[in-house]
């Protein structure tokens, strides 16, 4: 396992079990509230090819590609371990192009950094 994908393991395990991290994956569209389910599929330097998938507010990590995720991020995976210890955000690793994101909207990035920020504060 590459130090990006064992640092997300991490802060998986504890967003799985953080109701308020889990509220950032609802929307509420005219007073119904709506699942956030997403997948980002990681393309690292230090790590094999991973992804995660957002399902009805739970993350689940895996090992294999998905060729059909909707976030696609490829780059430095020093960055992710920076951004997993609260030392950046993903915002600031695409501003300084250690990762990018090559399919997908940058926002839903953001949602995502939202989630792990609530976690890392929650010790």
């Known amino acids: 396992m590459g130090p990006a994908k064992e640092n ?37 330097d230090k790590d094999e090819p991973f992804f995660l998938e957002i399902k009805n507010r739970s993350i689940y990590l895996s090992e294999l590609s998905k060729s059909d995720a909707n976030i696609v991020i490829s780059g430095k995976s020093d960055a992710i371990v920076r951004i997993c210890e609260g030392k950046g955000d993903f915002t600031h690793a695409i501003s300084r192009e250690e990762i990018s994101v090559e399919r997908g909207k940058v926002m839903d990035v953001i949602r995502f950094t939202r989630a792990i920020t609530i976690v890392l504060k929650s010790n």
């Open 8 to 44: 997300l393991t991490k802060i998986v395990e504890r967003l799985n079990q953080n109701p308020k991290a889990q509220a950032v994956f609802v929307t509420n569209i005219a007073g119904k509230d709506v699942n956030w389910n997403m997948s980002f599929q990681f393309n690292l």
